[in-house]
């Protein structure tokens, strides 16, 4: 269980023993945590861990086999996830989501998007229909109310000057943004947001981040973020559960998971006692030198069979201040080394040039592109064959 | 008993109709995910060939052996029915493929309009009776069992062993295969797609001209607007079972044929047809992927 | 066999060589599609058995004509297509060089003149040419019209272009009355212009409002919703049983059974959609086919109530709005009202002018829908069913809502074509008819209520057209009959205006709100839907 113990009506999600199993596969067993109010919760683990699963039953796609799904709403009421139709938990139990794989109305403008995402409220405003077919003033306030929330919302994401633009023809990361914005006018309590920034290059990554403390800091709402790339786990998160297959292996403070010998483990994919030795073969700074060589910004995630089928680079922004930049094909050896970066602050990766950066976050430093190509040794890339 | 039997057979024949031309469906779905709604105008231009190659045997000879009429007949029936089916893929589907979904299936039926349509105008809108191919009727303990029947179900059950042999033992039926599973990833691997296609197109349409000549045999008559309640029902069948099944699809035939047999037989058989599209609409309630068919994962 | 060739061989061939060598493919395959179906035809002798004709000469000459063909096309068509570039990808529109060399003013005088001439000798043409060569005239003269018209709106391109459908709603608007004005003019009497218009309002204006009105009902679940319906036409065929029965059982006026039956057939719609919403794609396809089905044939075997496939008859004329009636016996029939000359034109054109206000009502609230959440809603599930979950859109109840609206304009389209017939019977509901109208969807462009009514006056007209073209039988012999041909060029025109254009007519979509601008979305952003 984690460290630090909230009280019931602090968490806005407790999920309490949520199993969900496919045939014989169990994707999740006995899982159990809470996500507190205001608070960004990242739920990471290797590829294959159960993540997306989770979601899936937060947001009533799937029905769990076991276990109970606790939504807490701001005014005090509370919903069994788990027993709400699909279309009623973002209606009624204000939780709202994005995809892994963006799932947008393609052929729709933006703002149309964004209104799409309005329609109970708007249904309601239209007399279902029926008084809004008849033009009564009731509806037009609304509508005009929505698209002035559609458009804060656009705002927000730096969609603005496209808004009249189809949905598809925006880039990838714009793309991210605007689920998140769509995601937004739903007026979630709960956003679940399925690796945002999976693809994106660094300053997308920032862009996002920068968007998601936002959402945090001024609207109260909690988000749970599944997500590869570390930098923005790190940056942003107060508070991370790690799964490994299926079953949850640490929670607590991102400094905490970090330091759990066991997340060390599941992403090394070594036994407990080895963790120091991988600790002493690739903590070498020779090695992350080598690390960081050739930039690939634009390079999105692959089908690599790696724990971390996140972009290329990994950031690792480090609490205390450090930031150690490891590659994917070291991503499991980073995690180590991210450790015993804590106590050798004059990281090479430091003395990088670094751009002016974007995020306004305070929480973390900026991690600026520190784009790696993963060139390895074969040292390094040790923990992959031992999936 | 005996009636119920005596039913059975004639569902099984009925059945083994539907089911040949229901392959042609269910492979081209299975290959390009397209509902050919020409393949039941495909069938009855297979009817209309034996018809008019039965004619023609009749005018050139003074007797033909049956056995060999019949085959002549379903030979050339195969021959110019594929043509048909080849040059409609080429002319008609080809050129919309990976384009808008609905398109081709738009195309489809014009095709299906246009071919019945060609038929009345080039053949005249009546009905064309030809006198009994074969006439010998069997009396097994009651049941009658005409010949009619057994050639239905041996030739029927002849070429699905053919078919089957075809589609899992040869390179070409691997080739289809693994055009169905992915497309691109098979053209990667230098299987002409295309080519494959094609020749899924020809050999519904050589299955539907059987099913066409064997209809003539059957029933004795043909018009041109015969196409579309046997294609409806094949279609039917293909969805029954599973579209995209090859079993499926025979298994589907067989069913829609024994409902229709027997539902006229113990009810009514004005509500025949409304029985099989009703049972299709409760099985597909409880399957929505048919009998046979892989269950639709809905991916999040 | 193979009508393309390797691409080595390409090279050397110069494009005649080319076309000669693919014409003999084309012509070997012409030959073997059509040796048995053209070069013989079955016929009943005497005696009622089946013989053949043998027609070679007529095999000979459709297959000369396809090598013919493909020898022009591939050796002279592909090159200027090539070249010219004369299809415009983006709008599919000839460019202007091509067009205004083809529309020139000295084309319209002669255009102009020919009508002229023809129209003054209208009533001694047969004396001059004899009947032959006067249906040929009769045929330029059409031909010249059309041309003088085209040139006139190609002149106009720009404008019309602008305020299509202002214009467009305007010219149906007048359109009876400019059909009665001319053939007044032309005949020289009222009463000839009343009684010449008849066909033109009637086969040409209520025919294709009808299939207008039916496509844009059929646009809400398939061009809006994404739900592909191919058993459409049994709402049409609820609403019109609906007031055959209900209007020849009860009495009941047009006015209370048009609602009535807009109610039943989405009331059918609901009632169908609920089983069959989970369905997917083309499994609801066929389930909505044999939906379809099971209605024509209950209305067949139904015998008691629906008289078989004999149909109902008598079903009661609408009354203008209860004031007048258009029965010549009523004491308050129309002409004795007006005091004004008997005529059954006026039934039709009031038909006319009820059936655009329909149409209209459809348009209206499609417009007005598409703005509203649920009509956002609607496109929103034809883009992705998933997202919209996750947005707490209700789908079932969505997609309930489009089958029941779509269903409804079917029910009122279904009474209207009840009244319009005065009588009913299954044959008019086959599934011919269901394609027909989801024909002329896809090929409008699907969700555009401008590319639906294009494509509905295109194919339902221009088929219509086929029945003008009687000077035919001068060319083929007096057993030609044009209308033979009617389904059969209109299955061909489906295929090839597919061909031509994938995404329809309209391939682009309005946005339904803009904060800066409206722009149209580009059709191959826009998904077909699932289901």
């Known amino acids: 269980m984690s460290d630090a113990s909230p009280s019931v009506n602090d968490a806005i999600l407790q999920v309490e023993h949520l199993s969900m199993k496919f045939g014989g596969l169990v994707a999740i067993g006995d899982l159990s945590f809470q996500a507190r109010r205001g608070e960004i919760t990242a739920l990471i683990g290797p590829n294959g861990a159960g993540k997306t699963t989770v979601f899936n039953c937060i947001t009533g796609f799937y029905k769990p086999s076991e276990g109970m799904l606790t939504l807490n709403r701001r005014d005090g009421s509370s919903y069994l996830l788990e027993r709400l139709p699909n279309h009623e938990i973002p209606a009624r139990a204000k939780v709202a989501r994005t995809f892994q794989n963006i799932r947008l109305f393609s052929g729709m403008t933006l703002l149309e998007n964004l209104l799409v995402a309005q329609h109970n409220k708007l249904m309601k405003a239209s007399g279902y229909t029926i008084l809004g077919l008849f033009g009564f003033s009731g509806y037009r306030t609304a509508s005009a109310e929505s698209i002035d929330l559609a458009r804060h919302w656009l705002e927000k994401a730096d969609l603005v000057d496209r808004a009249d633009d189809p949905a598809g023809d925006l880039p990838y990361g714009a793309q991210r943004r605007l689920e998140i914005a769509r995601a937004m006018c739903t007026g979630p309590e709960l956003l679940c947001l399925d690796e945002p920034a999976a693809g994106l290059n660094p300053k997308e990554s920032m862009a996002l981040n920068a968007l998601l403390m936002d959402i945090k800091d001024n609207t109260g709402t909690s988000i749970l973020l599944i997500e590869h790339d570390m930098a923005v786990v790190m940056q942003i998160s107060d508070h991370v559960v790690v799964l490994e297959y299926g079953r949850k292996i640490s929670d607590g403070s991102p400094h905490a998971v970090r330091t759990d010998p066991r997340v060390i483990a599941a992403y090394l994919g070594v036994e407990d006692e080895d963790v120091e030795t991988v600790l002493i073969e690739v903590g070498d700074e020779d090695v992350i030198e080598q690390l960081d060589t050739g930039p690939d910004a634009t390079h999105g995630p692959g089908s690599s069979s790696s724990y971390f089928a996140g972009p290329v680079t990994d950031t690792v922004g480090h609490s205390e201040g450090e930031r150690v930049t490891v590659s994917k094909g070291a991503s499991k050896a980073g995690q180590v080394d991210a450790r015993s970066g804590a106590a050798r602050p004059a990281s090479p990766a430091e003395a990088k040039p670094e751009k002016p950066s974007a995020a306004k976050s305070s929480t973390a430093k900026p991690a600026a592109k520190a784009p790696a190509k993963p060139k390895t040794p074969g040292d390094s890339n040790r923990g992959g064959g031992n999936e | 008993m005996q009636y119920f039997v005596q039913q059975l057979i004639n569902g099984l024949t009925l059945g083994s109709i539907y089911g040949l031309i229901a392959i042609g469906y269910t492979m081209v779905y299975g290959i390009i995910g397209m509902i050919n709604f020409a393949h039941g105008d495909i069938f009855m231009v297979g009817a209309f060939t034996a018809l008019i190659v039965f004619l023609i045997l009749g005018a050139l000879f003074y007797s033909v052996p049956v056995v060999i009429a019949l085959l002549v007949m379903m030979i050339v029936a195969m021959l110019l029915t594929s043509l048909y089916n080849w040059t409609i893929e080429k002319v008609a589907y080809r050129p919309l493929r990976g384009s808008f979904r609905l398109a081709p299936l738009i195309t489809a039926i014009g095709m299906s309009i246009a071919l019945s349509n060609f038929v009345q105008v080039t053949q005249g809108p009546r009905n064309k009776p030809i006198p009994p191919m074969v006439s010998k009727v069997y009396n097994i303990e009651g049941v009658s069992v005409s010949l009619k029947q057994i050639v239905i179900v041996i030739v029927t059950a002849l ?9 899992n033992k040869t390179s070409l039926g691997r080739a289809q295969r693994a055009c169905e599973q992915d497309r691109k990833m098979a053209a990667l691997l230098g299987i002409d797609v295309d080519r494959t296609i094609s020749i899924t197109f020809v050999m519904g349409a050589a299955l539907a001209a059987v099913a066409g000549t064997l209809f003539l045999m059957y029933y004795g008559v043909i018009a ?47 509500y025949k047809d409304v029985a099989a599209f009703s049972i299709l609409a409760i099985v597909l309630i409880f399957l ?13 | 066999m193979a009508v393309t060739t390797s691409p080595e061989r390409d090279i050397v061939a110069t494009p005649m060589q080319r076309a000669t060598r693919e014409a003999l493919y084309a012509g070997a395959i012409a030959l073997g599609l059509f040796v048995l179906f053209i070069g013989l035809r079955t016929d009943q002798n005497i005696s009622n058995e089946l013989i053949l004709v043998q027609r070679w000469w007529l095999l000979a000459v459709v297959v000369v004509l396809t090598m013919a063909g493909r020898f022009l096309y591939v050796a002279y068509g592909q090159p200027f297509l090539a070249n010219q570039k004369i299809v415009d990808v983006a709008t599919g529109l000839l460019p202007e060089s091509m067009a205004t060399r083809f529309f020139r003013l000295p084309y319209f005088i002669a255009a102009i003149v020919i009508v002229a001439v ?14 032959g060569l006067a249906g040929y005239a009769r045929f330029l003269r059409a031909l010249a019209i059309i041309y003088a018209l085209a040139s006139v709106m190609f002149y106009f391109r720009t404008f019309i272009h602008a305020h299509f459908s202002a214009l467009g709603i305007t010219a149906l608007a007048l359109y009876p009355i400019i059909v009665v004005l001319v053939l007044a003019l032309y005949g020289g009497s009222v009463a000839a212009g009343f009684q010449g218009s008849l066909k033109w309002v009637d086969n040409y204006g209520i025919q294709i409002l009808i299939y207008v009105m039916l496509a844009w009902g059929l646009n809400i679940v398939v061009g809006l919703a994404g739900l592909l319906d191919l058993g459409y036409v049994a709402f049409y065929a609820v609403g019109a049983y609906a007031y055959a029965l209900l209007g020849t059982q009860y009495g009941l006026s047009f006015w209370i059974l048009l609602p009535a039956a807009g109610a039943m057939a989405a009331f059918w719609g609901v009632l169908l959609g609920f089983p069959v919403l989970r369905l997917r794609g083309d499994y609801l396809a066929i389930v909505t086919l044999a939906f379809g089905e099971i209605i024509r044939l209950v209305l067949i075997n139904w015998r008691e109530v629906t008289n078989g496939s004999a149909g109902i008859t008598g079903i009661p004329k609408v009354t203008f709005f209860g004031l007048m009636t258009f029965n010549v016996s009523d004491p308050n029939y129309i002409a004795k009202v007006l005091d004004i000359a008997t005529s059954s034109a006026y039934y039709k054109i009031f038909l006319y002018y009820l059936i655009l206000g329909l149409c209209l ?15 956002r809603a609607w496109e929103a599930l034809r883009e992705d069913e998933i997202a919209c979950r996750s947005l707490g859109i209700n789908t079932t109840t969505t997609k309930l809502t489009a089958f029941a609206t779509g269903a409804m304009f079917g029910g009122f389209a279904g009474s209207f074509f009840a009244a319009r017939q005065g009588f009913v019977s299954p044959e008019s509901f086959i599934f011919l008819e269901s394609a027909i109208i989801l024909a002329i969807v896809v090929l409008g462009g699907m969700g555009s209520l401008v590319g639906i009514a294009v494509a509905a006056m295109v194919m339902i007209g221009g088929t219509e057209v086929l029945r003008e073209l009687d000077f035919l039988k001068q060319v083929f012999g007096p057993d030609f009959t044009p209308e033979l041909y009617r389904m059969l060029l209109f299955g061909m025109a489906m295929v090839i205006v597919m061909l031509w254009k994938p995404r329809g007519f309209v391939g682009s979509r309005e946005p339904t709100a803009f904060l800066k601008e409206r722009r149209a979305v580009s059709g191959s952003f826009t998904k077909e839907g699932h289901g």
Request: charged share 10%.
């Open chain 2, 288 to 300: 929505p992927s048919g009998i046979l068919g892989r269950p639709e994962v809905e991916k999040v």
């Open chain 2, 159 to 167: 070429l699905l062993a053919l078919f089957w042999y075809l589609v």
């Open chain 2, 224 to 270: 041109f607007s015969d196409g579309f309640t046997p294609g409806v029902k094949a279609f039917t069948a293909a969805v029954l079972g599973g579209i995209g099944s090859l079993p499926g699809a025979v298994l589907g035939g067989l069913m829609i044929g024994f409902i229709e047999s027997m539902w006229s037989a113990y009810f009514s058989i004005d």
């Open chain 3, 118 to 131: 023809l129209a003054f000798l209208a009533g001694s043409l047969d004396g001059l040419l004899g009947p």
């Open chain 3, 361 to 375: 009502l459809t348009a209206f609230v499609t417009i007005r829908l598409r703005r509203m959440p649920v009509g």
